[in-house]
């Protein structure tokens, strides 16, 4: 009930009063043929008096009632709404600790059982006074039941970051991090350690920021330190010289991907990592297809110096063992696969120059044979009988 609703009762109760006051005064008819009509007419008001007072204070006790329930009925005091934010301001954070850290996962059928309780609290009517408060203590055991999940979901959450810390630590050293970005390595590997000091201080949310920290950091490395090793096997084979200004621009992105990480900022440094190792695999494939386009015709002039020797003919299942190589070369190159085909007219090569070897060889030895004067042997004497 509001304060509308309140004065029109009590305003309802006076004017009732009011008019039974007015109704007793009629119903009380003078006496006009008697000689007391003085004396009867006091006694009247005297009667009157203690009736209007007597109502009066029934009015007065009606009042007192109404005030009181429209207090309980009406909508919350400054005080209550205090309370009941309060209340639920420390419920949704206790709810919200246990969800960022794993508790629908960790403690399944704990967390299920105080999210029915606190949708059922939440379905409760929020109009009267009496309403909150009656919702405020469900916000308290709320939070206590979320407190109770946090507890049981923790340490099974922190197990798991250790192992996936573990896990993505170990890539970044398979990447080779552990020489080619020592120090960065060390620099990860002491936000790890540090997530576990702010962990024992039961500082959780520093916990896991700096756990996630160390992941990204290590993720980093592993990125970067792909890129690096594509750059490596681009020296190696020295196909800078394909498509250099590409291998520039990947430097300039490793340069920032290092500036982004000792300033921890992570996601710039993921960023520019990724544009590195894109841009060294771009220029490395760039290097196969040079390199590819190096090899045919080396191959090819090897294929055709053992034909003219007639290596295909005298060598015949050995020069078709060679030829399927190269065939295979040309096969790969014409379907953009480099890497393969520049392989395989670096196999070739070898092959045809032996078969023209060998072939070579069977032709000097046929030409020395037919150089060769045939031997003379004496006539033999015929011996008669």
């Not at 009941?84 to 299920?112: L, P």
């Amino acid at each position: 009930m509001d304060w509308k609703n309140y004065f029109f009762i009590v305003y309802l109760v006076y004017f009732e009063y009011n008019m039974i006051y007015i109704i007793y005064g009629l119903l009380v008819i003078p006496d006009g043929g008697n000689g007391n009509h003085q004396k009867v007419k006091e006694e009247e008001e005297l009667d009157m008096h203690k009736i209007k007072k007597k109502l009066g204070s029934v009015f007065a006790v009606f009042a007192l009632g109404a005030l009181v329930f429209s207090s309980c009925n009406s909508g919350p005091d400054e005080a209550t709404q205090q309370a009941f934010t309060a209340s639920q301001t420390r419920m949704e954070s206790a709810r919200k600790q246990a969800q960022d850290f794993g508790a629908a996962e960790y403690a399944t059928d704990e967390w299920n059982l105080a999210e029915l309780q606190y949708t059922t609290a939440n379905e409760m009517p929020l109009s009267t006074k009496k309403d909150y408060l009656a919702v405020i203590p469900q916000f308290d055991t709320l939070s206590l039941s979320y407190e109770s999940v946090f507890a049981a979901a923790l340490p099974q959450y922190t197990e798991a970051r250790k192992n996936t810390i573990t896990s993505v630590r170990q890539e970044a050293v398979n990447a080779g991090a552990e020489t080619s970005l020592k120090d960065a390595l060390a620099a990860a590997d002491s936000d790890d350690a540090n997530s576990l000091i702010l962990l024992e201080n039961q500082d959780y949310y520093g916990y896991q920021t700096a756990s996630f920290l160390a992941e990204k950091s290590y993720e980093v490395l592993t990125i970067e330190g792909n890129a690096l090793a594509v750059k490596d096997t681009i020296i190696a084979n020295n196909f800078a010289r394909f498509d250099p200004d590409t291998i520039a621009a990947a430097d300039q992105s490793v340069a920032a991907a290092n500036t982004a990480f000792a300033d921890k900022d992570m996601d710039a440094a993921q960023t520019a990592a990724d544009d590195a190792l894109a841009k060294y695999q771009t220029a490395l494939a760039n290097g196969w297809k040079g390199y590819a386009g190096e090899q045919q015709p080396l191959a090819e002039q090897a294929r055709t110096n053992a034909v003219a020797l007639h290596a295909d003919t005298v060598l015949k299942d050995a020069f078709a063992a060679a030829d399927a190589v190269y065939n295979q070369g040309t096969t790969d190159l014409d379907a953009g696969n480099f890497e393969p085909a520049a392989d395989a007219f670096v196999q070739a090569q070898p092959l045809f120059a032996s078969l023209a070897r060998d072939a070579g060889a069977l032709r000097n030895t046929a030409q020395a044979a037919i150089r060769t004067p045939r031997k003379r042997f004496p006539e033999q004497t015929r011996i008669s009988i």
